[in-house]
């Protein structure tokens, strides 16, 4: 494993690259609001990836290399996270095809940038659908599915049954796995693991 640092519009980014052998393909991953690259349900997903010869990355973005724990606006998560991206793709993962993802507001950057990315499918893990009212609010905030409907290219979500942000609901190119356990993802890495192995063998057998 090897690290590196990549300009962003909103300050550097750090890559955390596990390159596989011969690979077939990449995956890029990011964190989530208030977390790190260190998650578990991430590192599983790193430890597939390499085992079906991807090589990945895990992603920290620019205010977490600068210290803070409160994530940015998601315009600048976006535009850091296709920069990285972009630097990726021209350097450590030259002509592999991407797949993107990431875990809870990691997840949604992925959604949103998909096609900007050129990513071939995007691994969402902990996708947060159902913001939590606000203290005082009258309505539940509005879902936000419409950042999965919008993707164009294959989707797996990994939720928790006890994800009090919801469970997203099964379409056309979009896989959801249910697993034991809560927005965090320490139910069950083994299922987590086997989700994501039999999700990536199939799009890369496209």
Known sequence: MSEIEIDTPHGPARAHLHPASAPRGALVLGHGAGGGVGARDLVAAVRVANAEHLSAVLVEQPYRVAGRRSAAPAHQLDAAWVAVCAHLAAGPLA????????????????????????????????????????????????????????????????????????????????????????????????????????????????
Do not use: K, Y
């Open 95 to 206: 002509g592999l095809p991407l797949v993107t993802g990431g875990r809870s507001s990691g997840a949604r950057v992925a959604c949103r940038t998909a096609a900007a990315t050129g990513a071939m499918g995007v691994l969402c893990l902990a996708f947060p659908l159902q913001p939590r009212p606000r203290r005082g609010a009258t309505e539940p905030p509005p879902s936000r599915l419409g950042e999965l409907e919008a993707v164009g290219v294959p989707v797996l979500v990994v939720q928790g049954e006890r994800d009090p942000f919801g469970m997203p609901p099964p379409a056309p190119g979009r896989t959801i796995a249910r697993v034991a356990g809560d927005h965090a993802l320490r139910g069950d890495l083994g299922a987590i693991e086997d989700a994501i192995r039999a999700w990536l063998r199939r799009l890369l057998d496209m």
